[in-house]
Every structure is written in C-alpha cells, then in structure tokens.
C-alpha cells in the first residue's frame, strides 16, 4: 500500500501564510513528479504546482511569486509554501504524487485527502 498523508492546511487572514506538508509511505520503490492541486467549490480541480524528481517545477499563473513548491526526497515529502495568501486561495489542497510501488515496475498517480485551506479575515 502507498498513502499520501497532508498537513498544514487552516485559517488564514489575506495575506497571511501556510505551509502545506504531504509525506509518501508505504512500499515504495520511488517517486517521481509531486504535486499540489486545489478545488473551490463549485470549481474544477486545478494544479497550483508541480516538482519533478529533479526539481524542475511548474506553478499556475494565479500563484506564481507567492507560493513556492519544495521536496526533500529522503523523506519522500512535498511542501507548498504559501505567502500573499489571497481569499480566492480558499480551496481544498489535494496533493499528487507519481509513485512506483516495490511491487510493479511503473509508477501509479496518488492522491491525498485534501486538507482545507480558508483566507478569510
């Protein structure tokens, strides 16, 4: 079994900051691009960012200079460091993960269960 595991979401007042965590465990063999997606109600999901296994990363235009995507691979964990903090941020924070599981040879994509994230004042 894979599971990826969120943390850090909460209330915020405009302009504030959060720092989303999300930890990959479980039988894994590696993990490849990490990811952060969001849904607002009555939205479509949609990706905030994207870190490859080699770093290289992907933002949506709405959060570019204010969040900034991070891993550290020994800990199979993605972060999301939010500034700026905006009231059209509110959304449910997913994260995603492309993870080989010791017992295949190609990687699955994950999800986690979401962690809310309100800026409000």
């Known amino acids: 079994q894979v599971q990826l595991v969120e943390s850090g979401g909460g209330l915020v007042q405009p302009g504030g900051s959060l720092r989303l965590s999300c930890a990959a465990s479980?039988?894994?063999?590696?993990?490849?691009?990490m990811g952060w997606y969001r849904q607002a109600p009555g939205k479509q999901r949609e990706l905030v960012a994207l870190?490859?296994?080699?770093?290289?990363?992907r933002y949506a235009d709405s959060v570019k200079g204010r969040f900034t995507i991070s891993r550290d691979n020994a800990k199979n964990t993605v972060y999301l460091q939010m500034n700026s903090l905006k009231p059209e941020d509110t959304a449910v924070y997913y994260c995603?993960?492309?993870?080989?599981?010791?017992?295949?040879?190609?990687?699955?994509?994950?999800w986690g269960q979401g962690t809310q994230v309100t800026v409000s004042s």
């Open positions: 995603n993960a492309n993870v080989r599981p010791r017992w295949q040879f190609t990687g699955n994509v994950y």
């Open positions: 479980g039988s894994i063999s590696a993990v490849f691009a």
């Open positions: 870190i490859t296994n080699g770093n290289n990363t």
